[in-house]
């Protein structure tokens, strides 16, 4: 098993001497950070892919600012696209759980969900002064 042997190699290393029992000891160690990832990410990783456009990410980022419901409208002299684009942004973005919406007669007002405003808010404690 070729991942034992270089397993039982970095153990030497760390350890001066490695035995069976210190190569099983630290594989179980290792299964257990396996035990605590998701094994279906896909949720997850819809939702990052959803917020790397430029676009969905901006009106998500305006949405958390807002807090408030906001109309397609209301998004629409703050994004330079069309009211179409950031209607097919909205429905991206509430495909992939980051917002939701509510209909009122002929208007559709949208909010950011919980996971949005954390996503945006560690993004943001970890960009420093990029900004």
């Known amino acids: 098993m070729p991942q034992s042997s270089s397993l039982r190699r970095l153990l030497e290393t ?3 001497e490695c035995c069976d029992a210190d190569v099983d000891d630290r594989v179980r160690e290792l299964e257990s950070l ?3 990832v998701p094994t279906d990410p896909s949720a997850d990783l819809a939702a ?3 917020l790397g456009n430029e676009t969905r990410y901006r ?3 305006l949405l958390v600012e807002a807090d408030e419901e906001l109309c397609v409208c209301e998004l629409s002299p ?3 696209v069309s009211d179409s684009a950031i209607s ?3 429905s991206d973005l509430a495909d992939a759980g980051l917002v939701s919406r ?3 007669g002929t208007w559709r007002y949208y909010r950011p969900t919980e996971r949005t405003e954390r996503l945006l808010a560690a993004l943001a404690e970890t960009r420093g002064d990029q900004a």
């Open 48 to 50: 990052l892919s959803t």
């Open 34 to 36: 396996d035990e605590a």
């Open 78 to 80: 703050l994004v330079d």
């Open 102 to 104: 509510r209909k009122d």
């Open 59 to 61: 009106i998500a980022s």
């Open 88 to 90: 097919h942004a909205l």
């Open 14 to 16: 760390q350890l001066d």
